[in-house]
């Protein structure tokens, strides 16, 4: 085979993702997005990493469910003679809160909220106080997996309406196995799954409102939910609100009526169980919490060896570049470039506030801090290709950053267990390894198993991945085409609106 009869092959086979994909309708789209993102997230090996399954901060979250189900309440004393209560002191605990000889969780209780359904069959089979942590361990594995995957589709929505849909493709991509989307939000019940999915529906809707009274009201219903999930949102909703306010102040009063509608569940829920409706689980802290220097937590979040945005998802330099090109003069004609402009602020306003608390994410596995504004993050992305262009640098750019990003993660699922941080305090900004590139989390992981253990564990995590996706596209394209529902489109990188909901 000469030189370029092995270019055309090549060139072939790396258009056939494409190809596939833009033979699928949209539904199709959403439910194969859906689908190998849930496996992907599942199908890793909890005894490589335990540590990304082991946090203590979701306990309550994870057993909340079935205390919602079989007593119809918020309460989690059902659970005082479980291991997990005698193995950590619930009085000194802090995420939970005792009110009244009443142990409550000590943050947000409306992810557990969310994935009670999943917990509904588990209840009838006899899952309750006294049964396995690796019952529930699943559950809440299952369950951020499956919050996780549900963002990745609405971020792709998102995506398809203000680009072509193979960079709506690609995008969905680095927003799903580049960011800490995948090692954080997907693995267990942390509240960062579900405000980013909140978040993506909101912004979804905004996207597609064309006007729509009830398009903007279910975008501040989102919002305000996003909020009530994870409540340092609100700086989110606060820039989204303004956006609504400054672009389309017709449809304003929707909007804050839908976001109102939403946080009355929060306000009811903290008096309730508080006392006042502006009370919360960890309110000392939350009041009190603040005390990093602007500067260092700014620099720590985004660039520390050991927890920095930029270097976990280096992919993310060019979510950076869009929130400059949003300023541009050559993209003031893009009908959506107000609502990156406001992207932007909300992600730097939201940088700002996590840099000022006293925590850049304790022990966990790269920016847990900022994972929330990944959604935005991936958005802002589209304006920096338009101000960039697809010449072949950018692209290899993007390519090798991208891949640096997946390898990142893939080196997460497969090494995180807490081991670093148990012999090398390096957990927050005023420790010396949480700055050190010698001492950083890849760098210990490296001594640790060698060059030739480290890059076979990404190696392996990236293989079983790569084959399992290949198996779900497979088995859809042929239980599609079996059916006859398969369908072949002209479409080429051009994509129609749909009708709002």
Known sequence: MNRRNLRSVTRLLAQLPGAVWLSLTLSQRKYHLFVVAVV?????????APGLISSLDVVPTTLLPVSIIRERDFDLDEFLD????????WERANWLVKIDDHYFSGYPVFTALLVTPLYLL?????LGPQSSLVAYTLLGKTGGALLAAASVVLVYLSLRLAASELTALCLSVVYAFASSTWTISSQILWQHATSQLLLAAGIYCLIRSQGEAKTYALSGLFIGLAVAARPPTAIVAVVLTVYVLHRSRGRFPHFVAGALGSLAFLLWYNHSTFGSPIAQGYEAEAWAGWTTPLL????????????????????????????AASWTKGLRDNPHIWLFRYLGVAVAGFTFLMSKW?????????????VDVAPLLTLLMIPAFKWLGRGRIVLVAFGVLLAISIAVQL???????FSRYRQLPAARYEQPAFWSIRHSELAFYLDRFGVGGFL??????????ATLALFVTGASLYLLR???LLEQHGEETEHLREKPV
Do not use: K
């Open 40 to 48: 992907l997230y599942l199908a890793t090996n909890p005894l490589l």
């Open 82 to 89: 479980h291991p997990v209560a005698r193995e950590h002191d």
């Open 122 to 126: 588990p209840v009838v089979l006899g």
């Open 296 to 323: 260092i937590g700014l620099v720590g979040l985004l660039l520390s060896p050991s927890r920095g945005l930029l270097v976990y998802s280096p992919v993310f330099w060019f979510s950076i570049a869009g929130i």
């Open 358 to 370: 006293h925590s850049p994410g304790g022990w966990c596995f790269g920016p847990r801090m900022l």
């Open 411 to 417: 080196a997460g699922l497969t090494m995180f267990d």
């Open 456 to 465: 076979g564990r990404i190696l392996g995590q990236a293989a079983v991945s």
């Open 482 to 484: 079996r059916r006859g």
